[in-house]
C-alpha cells in the first residue's frame, strides 16, 4: 500500500497551527460518524487497492476521537494542537494497519497507536519542560553543569559553594541538581521486566477517564442501596409527609411550598415545618 498516508506529519500544522482550534475541533465533530457496514467496506477497499480517498474517509470520522484523547493529556503543559497533531498520525498509522475482517471495529483498534504516539511526544519533551521552566531555572541549569566537575551529588560545602558563586539560594542548587541528576524511565514496560516494576513507569502515573469495573460496580451497588433505603424510610411518614417529600424533591417540575401550601390549605411555613420533620425521620432511618 503506498506510504503517502503515513507521511502526512508536515501537513498537519497547517490545520491547527494559524487556524482557531475551535473551528477545527468544531469541523471534527461535524463529520459523520461511519456505520460499520461503511467503515467495513472502506476499509476493504483500503487494504485491497491501496485507495488513499478511502482512507481519508477512514481518518475524518475520527478525529473527534483523537481530540478527546488528547484532551486527556493537557495538564503536562504541552499544546493541544500539538497533541492532537501526534494523536492524528498515530490514527493514520492504525487505519493502514487495520484489518476490518478481524471483526473489531477502527476507534477500538486505533486507540493504542493514537496514545502511543501521543505518549513518544511526550516523553520527547519530558526533560525539557520539568527541568527548566523559567527563564531564571534555565540560567541556573546551564551554570550549574558547568559547575558541576564530578558525577554524583554534591556534598554540603560543596552546595554552599555554588550557591555563593552562582548568587541562589541552598534550595535552588538542590531542587536543580535533583533535576539534573533524575533519570529518564521507560514509559511502558519493557519485555524483560515484571509486572511489579509496573508502578515505576510514567505509564503507571497517566491519568485515565475511564472508571474502572470495581469502582463502577460499586457505584451502582450504592446507588441502588441509597434507593431501597429511601424508599423504606419514606413509608414510614404519613401519608402527607410522604407526598410533600416526593413532590419538592423526588418529581419533575418540583412543587414549590406555596403550591403546596394553597392546596393543603395551610400556610407555606406550616408545609416547609412538616418537610423539615419529615427529613429528621428519613435521617434517622439512614443512620439505623
Same mark, same amino acid.
Given at each position: 500500500m503506498s506510504t503517502e498516508l503515513v507521511n502526512t506529519r508536515n501537513t498537519m500544522p497547517v490545520l491547527l497551527g494559524s487556524s482557531n482550534l475551535d473551528a477545527y475541533i468544531q469541523a471534527a465533530r461535524s463529520v459523520p460518524v461511519l456505520s460499520a457496514e461503511e467503515e467495513y467496506s472502506l476499509a476493504k477497499d483500503l487494504q485491497e487497492t491501496g485507495n488513499i480517498e478511502s482512507a481519508h474517509k477512514l481518518v475524518l470520522p475520527h478525529?473527534?476521537?483523537?481530540?478527546?484523547? $488528547? &484532551?486527556? @493529556? /493537557?495538564? @503536562?503543559?504541552l499544546p493541544v494542537p500539538d497533541l492532537i497533531q501526534e494523536g492524528s498520525i498515530g490514527l493514520m498509522k492504525a487505519v493502514k494497519r487495520f484489518r476490518p475482517e478481524v471483526g473489531v471495529r477502527l476507534v477500538s483498534f $486505533?486507540?493504542?497507536?493514537?496514545k502511543a504516539e501521543i505518549h513518544e511526544y511526550i516523553l520527547k519533551n519530558w526533560r525539557i519542560v520539568k527541568v527548566a521552566t523559567t527563564k531564571a531555572q534555565r540560567k541556573l541549569f546551564f551554570k550549574l553543569r558547568s559547575q558541576k566537575t564530578r558525577l554524583g551529588w554534591f556534598k554540603s560545602e560543596e552546595i554552599d559553594h555554588v550557591a555563593e558563586t552562582l548568587g541562589v539560594t541552598r534550595e535552588n542548587v538542590i531542587e536543580m541538581e535533583s533535576r539534573l541528576n533524575n533519570y529518564d524511565l521507560a514509559f511502558d514496560l519493557s519485555?524483560?521486566?515484571? !509486572?511489579?516494576? $509496573? @508502578?515505576? =513507569?510514567? /505509564? @503507571? =502515573? *497517566? $491519568? #485515565? &477517564? =475511564?472508571? #474502572?469495573? !470495581? *469502582?463502577? *460496580? !460499586?457505584?451502582? &451497588? =450504592? !446507588?441502588q442501596n441509597n434507593m431501597q433505603m429511601l424508599g423504606a424510610a419514606l413509608e414510614k411518614l404519613d401519608d402527607r409527609s410522604k407526598a410533600i417529600v416526593t413532590r419538592r424533591w423526588l418529581t419533575e417540575p418540583k412543587a414549590t411550598l406555596h403550591e403546596l401550601a394553597d392546596e393543603y390549605g395551610v400556610s407555606a411555613e406550616r408545609i416547609r415545618q412538616i418537610e423539615g420533620n419529615a427529613f429528621k425521620t428519613i435521617k434517622t432511618s439512614f443512620v439505623a
Open positions: 478525529l473527534r476521537f483523537v481530540i478527546k484523547v $488528547a &484532551n486527556n @493529556y /493537557a495538564g @503536562y503543559g $486505533a486507540v493504542h497507536w493514537i519485555g524483560d521486566e515484571d !509486572e511489579d516494576s $509496573a @508502578y515505576l =513507569t510514567p /505509564a @503507571y =502515573t *497517566l $491519568a #485515565s &477517564n =475511564t472508571p #474502572s469495573p !470495581e *469502582l463502577l *460496580l !460499586e457505584a451502582q &451497588n =450504592t !446507588e
